[in-house]
Every structure is written in C-alpha cells, then in structure tokens.
C-alpha cells in the first residue's frame, strides 16, 4: 500500500516534469519561429527599454521614456511586443543586466536604459554584445560605439522654477527636496538656487535630500517641516519621494482652502498628482524634462541608421528637451513675462546657469 | 502513512497546491496560466544564460538563510541580515579594488573583510542583548537604516565624490571566463562553491563540535543553559557574530560576482529580508536553507520573464511567486491533514 502511494506521488512528479519540459521545448520552436518572421519584414524597427527600480508607472521618468516609446510606436504602426515596443521592469538592480541581455536576446534593434543606476549594467552588456543599440538616458558612457548617451540640461529648466518660485512666494521661503546625492539632482538643486538667488538672492533655498527615490513617507515628513518653518513653495527633484510632498500640500490644502501651499513638479507635468477638488490645485508648474522626445528623437536617428552611438546628445532649453509645464493660471501674467526673459536669456547665453551646487 | 513519505510528499503538494492558486489568480485577472508558468520554467531552466542567473540568483540568498537560521538556532532572531550584508558587500568592494595582490592572497582576504564586517554588525546587538538585554530585533532592524546610509556616505568618500566604487581587480573577482563561456555571458560565478561551502560549515558547527551543542541548547532553553554551566551571554554574542559573517559573505558574493564594486543603494536589497523566508523554508536547518535559497531564488529570477514572455505584469508575478512561497511555509497544514487522511484509512482496516 505503502510503496504503491509513493510510486504513484512518483510517477506523477514525472509525469509533471515531461509535460513542463515538453511546453519549454514547444516555446523554442515558437521563438525562433518569430525572429524569422522579424527577419523577412526587417523594415520594422523595434524599441524596448529597461525601467530603473521605480517601475514604469513612476508618475516621473520611467514613464516619460515609455510615453515616447509609445508615440514612437504608434507613428509607426508597431505592436507591443517582440518586432514592436516593449518594456522591462526591474526589481531589484541586479536585475539591470539581466533586464538588458533579455531584450536584445529578443531582437529589439535599439533598447534604452532608463537612468544613471544603470551605468555599470549598460557597459557590461555593451561589451558582451557588440551588435546591440543601447541609449542611456541621464548618463555618460564614453568610448562605446553601442552606446549613445542621452543627458538633460534640467539645471536650465530648474533655473526658471527658481525664478517662478521666487516671484510668487509669499513667505519669502522655498525648499528643494532632492532624491539621492549625486551630479544629476545636483543640477536641478544648482539651476534652482541660482534662479532665486537671481530674483531675490535673501531667500535662502531650504535644501533637504530624501536618500531614496521611492520612498514616499519621507517625502511627506520633510514636505512637513518645510511647510511648518513657513515655506510655501516646495520644487522636488526626487522621483516618487515626491509623491509625499503631493500629498502633504493636499492635505494641507484641504483642511483649510486658505492655505498657502504650492509643489512645483518635476520631469513630466505632474499637475494630475497635485488635485485638490475640480477647481484647486497646488501644482504651481513642473520641470519638465522630455525624456519622450528625446526617446522619440533618438529612435528615429536610429532607424534612419544615424544611431549616434559613442555620442553624448544634451536636450536644454534651446531645443525644448528641457522646459517649464503650463501653470494654468497659477502663475501671475507678470512673473510668466520675467520667466520668459530669463528663458532668452539663457537660451542667447547671457546667463550661464551653474551646473552643480557651489559654482 | 510512513514519516518518510510525508515528508517527501508535503513539500511537493505545498508547491502543487501553490501553483493551482497562483494559475486562479493569473486567470482571473485576465493572463494565460499556461503561458505563465511556461514563461516562469524558461526563465529559470530556458538555456545556459538563464541557468547561470538563477545560479547567481540563488547564491546570496544561501548565505542570507544561513545567516538568520544559525542566529535562530540559538534562540535569537536576526533581523538585521540585510544591514550586514551591506556591510560585508562594501568591505568585500573595498579591498576588491584597494589592494593589488596574488589571486591566492586577494580573493580569501576580500571574503574574510566581507565576514569580518558583517560579523562586526552583528556583534553590536550581540553585545547589547547580552548584557543589557536590549531586544536584538529592535537593534538590529534599526541597524540596517545605519548601514544603508553610512555605506552610501562611504562610497561617496572611497570613490571621490562618485556614485559607485570602482571595479574590483581581476584578482579578487569570483567570475571566471570558464562560466562566461559556459553560460553564455550570464554572471554566474565561483559563488556558488562558497555558498555550498558555508552550508557544510553549519552543519559541522552545529552537528559535529562542543561549541554548536551549546549555541543550540541556548536556543532551546537559556536557563537551563546556564544552570548547566553554560555561558550564555558568550554564547549569544558567538552566534551573531557567525549569523554576522554568513550575511557579510552574502554581500561579497554582490561585491565580487555579480556586480564586481557596490553603488549607492537608493533602498534595501530585500535579500537580507528574503533571508528570513529561506531560513524558515528551511526549517533552520543548512540543508534544508539551501534547498530554501535554491526554490526563492529560481521563483525569482524565473519571474523575471514572466512578464517579457507572457505579458504577466510583474505585480500578478509577485503575487503568484508569493502564493507558491506561502503554500510551501505553511507545510504544516498539509502534513496535519495528510495524517489524519493516513489515520483514517488504518482505521477503517
């Protein structure tokens, strides 16, 4: 009885593991299969991309860089999925190499990694294959002719925030809430100081870094102090740590309507995040930086065969890859006008925003 | 029914009863099962490539199991795995790229600063548990915060100012050509003979040596430890400074293999948490740990194509990995019906 019960446990473990390996062997066949098909209609042109840890619903960059691919696509009649456009979520970072090995291994003719946590990711994968297209956004990999680098000047961006943000304080005091450390947060924190100082150079900028880029409850408790000390105008360079500062002034905002709070946004428009009801709203305006275009930009370089690779790309003001969102009448007609002026200037180079905090 | 039998058949209905549900939900919300678990057993088992990852995958989680089940053994619940590994991952990082030595000579120094800085992390809550009986659960998960962020401060420092250390030498890294041609450039490294080593080393301290008898009986009743003659304090430090350098090894397999320096974390690893599901999947023995690692990390890393091959989104991934984790840890149902069931039936003869 015994021996019969376990022969049975047995050869259904058997029978699970013909079946299973039998569905691996099937998908094989499928798979190569598909890469045929790609081959016989090689006018498509496929684009992927690799999320950081933030995932690609990041109300921020990840989701910019997909938002691009998107339009990408759909100009040109692609499909989600192999031969189309696809993405990859990354759950931890060992996952970047990985991530990035996976879809050149599915024939996407270029795949972007979203971000400068990829760097060593990016370089390891470019090495081990030499025939992959891999643009890296917010970082530069010099010496690689696989790899094209993408940076933003956000600091000229934040500069006219700091300009915006000055004018219309009412307390007199501002704060910067930065995510990690580091040369890339580093140019909003320096654009946006210097675009107060410009304007009123008493405000003192109050500067607090999250040391993170998710988490949220600690986006909420210096959004707090800040808006307790006075502040009332609060710009955050901190990915989804900014989502606490949203919801800190909404708070705010609604249990007393009178209140004067604002969040400036960053990266994409992120006046969705900072509604109240139908008619408030604490968004004041966004640092936008347009990882979709440039997305969209680079993609077609690439699939006319002019894939800048071995280059760094800048977006600033001057070509539109960096700018302020609409503040839908938050922002008085006077200061849009100083803001303007300042955005010439800039542009004509007359005002040479600083890249770093300290210049 | 024989002991020996249900001990074979709990886990595999834990596993198969996981993986029913996991199909239910994937199901219900709208994605192939089929395609699913197809995705999942490519991801793990596919070709060389994803063989040599799930490897990778699998060899830190061995040491962050081992880690929390030798602290268990004595009775003593090390949450701060994670804070240790980080540790040991800087210090591993650190000598990596410090020191030009023979390979002989680098590779088991980086190993032991990775042990020795995890094991340091370690010994603090030690310390303060057994003198002043402050609850190492509290310090340790309190320490991770510390160690996060003074390692992050740290890279900064080492590097000049950079977001990353710079790459270990050749003479200290545990990747070899051999694996990468072998497997088709996956990062699979000599880790895993570490890994399988540190396993055998729990067991000879546990099974086979005076000192393993004592952390044990700690662990089973302190008092009468003591009364036994047993130093107990000595004994709760001892084991958190080992459970310390297990976690440490685990942050050098990081250093040295997969990712050969250490950049700033912008948040936990997770490893160091999924330590303490391996180690109890393991029911805190070294075998059973590595077994535990081996099924958490294949879970993992196969879930990762989950949703590039069946279009899976990687939260419905979570849930079904999880599902399969929680039917296996909750073996315990399954082996009180599994003997009623075997009760029943000699009755009825």
């Given at each position: 009885?015994?021996?019969?019960?376990?022969?049975?446990?047995?050869?259904?473990l058997?029978?699970?593991?013909?079946?299973l390996?039998a569905?691996?062997g099937?998908?094989?066949?499928?798979?190569?299969?598909?890469?045929t098909?790609t081959?016989?209609?090689?006018?498509t042109f496929?684009?992927?991309?690799?999320t950081?840890?933030?995932?690609?619903?990041d109300?921020?960059?990840?989701?910019?860089?997909?938002e691009?691919?998107?339009?990408?696509?759909?100009e040109n009649g692609?499909e989600k999925?192999?031969?189309?456009?696809?993405?990859?979520?990354?759950a931890?970072e060992?996952?970047y190499v990985?991530?990035?090995?996976?879809?050149?291994?599915?024939?996407?003719?270029?795949?972007y990694?979203?971000g400068y946590?990829?760097h060593?990711?990016?370089?390891e994968?470019a090495?081990?294959?030499?025939d992959?297209?891999i643009?890296i956004?917010d970082?530069?990999?010099?010496?690689?002719?696989?790899?094209a680098?993408?940076?933003?000047?956000?600091n000229?961006?934040?500069?006219?925030?700091?300009?915006?943000?000055?004018l219309e304080?009412?307390?007199?005091k501002?704060?910067?809430?930065?995510?990690?450390?580091?040369?890339?947060?580093?140019?909003?924190?320096?654009?946006?100081?210097?675009g107060v100082?410009?304007?009123?150079?008493?405000?003192?900028?109050?500067?607090?870094?999250?040391a993170?880029?998710s988490?949220?409850a600690?986006?909420q408790?210096?959004?707090?102090r800040?808006?307790?000390s006075g502040?009332?105008?609060?710009f955050?360079?901190a990915?989804?740590?900014?989502s606490?500062?949203?919801?800190?002034?909404?708070?705010?905002?609604?249990?007393?309507?009178?209140?004067n709070?604002?969040?400036i946004?960053?990266?994409?428009?992120?006046?969705?995040?900072?509604?109240?009801?139908?008619d408030?709203?604490?968004?004041?305006?966004?640092v936008?930086?347009r990882?979709?275009?440039a997305?969209?930009?680079?993609?077609?370089?690439?699939?006319e065969?002019?894939f800048?690779?071995?280059?760094?790309?800048?977006y600033?003001?001057?070509d539109?890859?960096?700018?302020?969102?609409d503040?839908?009448g938050?922002?008085s007609?006077?200061?849009?006008?100083?803001?303007?002026?300042?955005?010439?200037?800039?542009?004509?180079?007359?005002?040479?925003?600083?890249?770093q905090?300290?210049e | 029914?024989?002991k020996?039998?249900?001990?074979?058949?709990?886990?595999?209905?834990?596993?198969?009863?996981g993986l029913?549900?996991g199909?239910?939900?994937?199901?219900i919300?709208?994605?192939?099962?089929?395609?699913?678990?197809?995705a999942?057993?490519?991801?793990?088992?596919?070709?060389?490539?994803?063989?040599?990852e799930t490897v990778r995958?699998i060899?830190?989680?061995?040491?962050?199991?081992?880690?929390?089940?030798?602290?268990?053994?004595t009775g003593?619940?090390?949450?701060?795995?994670e804070?240790?590994?980080?540790?040991?991952?800087?210090?591993?990082a650190y000598?990596?790229?410090k020191?030009d030595l023979?390979?002989v000579i680098?590779?088991?120094?980086?190993?032991i600063a990775a042990a020795?800085?995890?094991a340091?992390w370690?010994?603090?809550p030690?310390?303060?548990?057994?003198?002043?009986?402050?609850?190492?659960v509290?310090?340790?998960?309190?320490?991770?915060?510390?160690?996060?962020?003074?390692?992050?401060s740290?890279?900064?420092?080492l590097s000049?100012?950079?977001?990353?250390?710079?790459?270990?030498?050749?003479t200290?890294?545990?990747?070899?050509?051999?694996?990468?041609?072998?497997?088709?450039y996956?990062?699979?490294?000599?880790?895993?003979?570490?890994?399988?080593?540190?396993?055998?080393?729990?067991?000879?301290?546990?099974?086979?040596?005076t000192r393993?008898?004592?952390?044990?009986a700690?662990?089973f009743?302190?008092h009468?430890?003591?009364?036994?003659?047993?130093?107990?304090?000595k004994?709760?430090i001892?084991?958190?400074v080992i459970?310390?350098?297990?976690?440490?090894?685990?942050?050098?397999?990081?250093a040295l293999g997969?990712?050969?320096?250490?950049?700033?974390?912008?948040?936990?690893?997770?490893?160091g948490?999924?330590?303490?599901a391996?180690?109890l999947?393991?029911?805190?023995?070294?075998?059973?740990?590595?077994?535990?690692?081996?099924?958490?990390?294949?879970?993992?890393?196969?879930?990762?194509?989950?949703?590039?091959e069946?279009?899976?989104?990687?939260?419905?991934?979570?849930?079904?990995?999880?599902l399969?984790?929680?039917?296996?840890?909750?073996?315990?149902?399954?082996?009180?019906?599994?003997e009623?069931?075997?009760?029943?039936?000699?009755?009825e003869?």
């Open positions: 009885m015994k021996k019969r019960k376990f022969a049975f446990a047995l050869s259904g058997l029978a699970l593991g013909t079946i390996g569905c691996g099937k998908e094989e066949t499928e798979e190569t299969g598909t890469t098909d081959e016989t209609t090689e006018e496929s684009v992927a991309m690799v950081d840890t933030g995932g690609v619903d109300k921020s960059f990840n989701q910019s860089t997909w691009g691919i998107q339009a990408f696509g759909e692609l999925g192999d031969g189309g456009f696809d993405y990859l979520q990354s931890s060992s996952d990985s991530n990035l090995t996976r879809l050149i291994r599915r024939d996407f003719d270029l795949v990694a979203v946590l990829m060593d990711a990016v370089v994968v090495d081990q294959q030499p992959a297209k643009a956004i970082e530069v990999i010099e010496g690689k002719d696989n790899v680098s993408i940076m933003f000047r956000a000229e961006a934040s500069f006219l925030a700091g300009v915006a943000a000055a304080s009412k307390s007199g501002i704060g910067f809430i930065g995510g990690m450390e580091g040369p890339i947060i580093g140019g909003f924190q320096a654009g946006f100081e210097a100082a410009a304007v009123n150079p008493d405000i003192k900028v109050d500067v607090e870094y999250a993170s880029f988490d949220a600690k986006g408790q210096i959004a707090k800040m808006y307790d502040v009332d105008i609060i955050h360079a990915g989804g740590v900014g606490g500062l949203f919801t800190e002034a909404k708070e705010r905002k609604q249990k007393d309507p009178n209140a709070v604002w969040a946004g960053v990266d994409r428009d992120q006046y969705d995040e900072g509604q109240v009801d139908a408030t709203n604490i968004v004041l305006t966004s936008l930086k990882v979709d275009v997305a969209q930009e680079v993609a077609k370089l690439a699939q065969g002019k800048p690779g071995g280059e760094t790309i800048t600033g003001l001057a539109q890859g960096v700018d302020l969102a503040s839908r938050a922002i007609e006077e200061t849009l006008a100083k803001v303007e002026e300042f955005k010439q200037q800039i542009i004509d180079g007359t005002i040479k925003v600083p890249e905090p300290g | 029914m024989s020996r039998l249900v001990n074979i058949l709990v886990p595999l209905i834990s596993i198969l009863l029913i549900i199909a239910i939900v994937m199901a919300s709208g994605f192939s099962p089929v395609e699913g678990y197809v999942l057993w490519n991801g793990i088992f596919m070709d060389t490539y994803t063989m040599g995958q060899t830190p989680y061995v040491f962050a199991g081992l880690a929390v089940a030798f602290a268990f053994r003593l619940f090390n949450i701060g795995v804070g240790q590994l980080i540790m040991g991952w800087l210090a591993a000598v990596g790229f020191f023979p390979t680098h590779l088991p120094l980086a190993l020795v800085a995890g340091l370690a010994f603090i030690g310390l303060l548990k057994a003198k002043l009986q402050v609850h190492e509290i310090v340790t998960i309190m320490m991770n915060y510390t160690a996060l962020h003074v390692a992050n740290l890279i900064g420092t000049g100012g950079d977001e990353r250390t710079p790459k270990v030498q050749e200290a890294s545990l990747r070899s050509s051999f694996f990468e041609s072998l497997t088709d996956s990062r699979m490294h000599w880790g895993f003979v570490v890994a399988l080593i540190a396993v055998l080393v729990m067991w000879f301290i546990l099974e086979k040596t393993g008898y004592e952390l044990k700690v662990g009743n302190k009468a430890s003591q009364y036994a003659g047993m130093n107990v304090n004994n709760i001892l084991a958190m459970s310390g350098a297990f976690a440490g090894l685990g942050g050098a397999m990081e997969t990712f050969e320096n250490m950049s700033k974390l912008h948040g936990f690893t997770g490893i948490f999924d330590g303490i391996v180690a999947l393991g029911a805190n023995q070294p075998f059973g740990v590595l077994l535990g690692a081996i099924l958490f990390g294949s879970l993992k890393n196969g879930g990762l194509n989950m949703p590039s069946a279009g899976v989104p990687t939260e419905i991934v979570n849930i079904v990995i999880a399969i984790i929680f039917f296996v840890a909750s073996g315990y149902i399954i082996r009180v019906v599994l009623r069931f075997g009760k029943q039936r000699k009755e003869k």
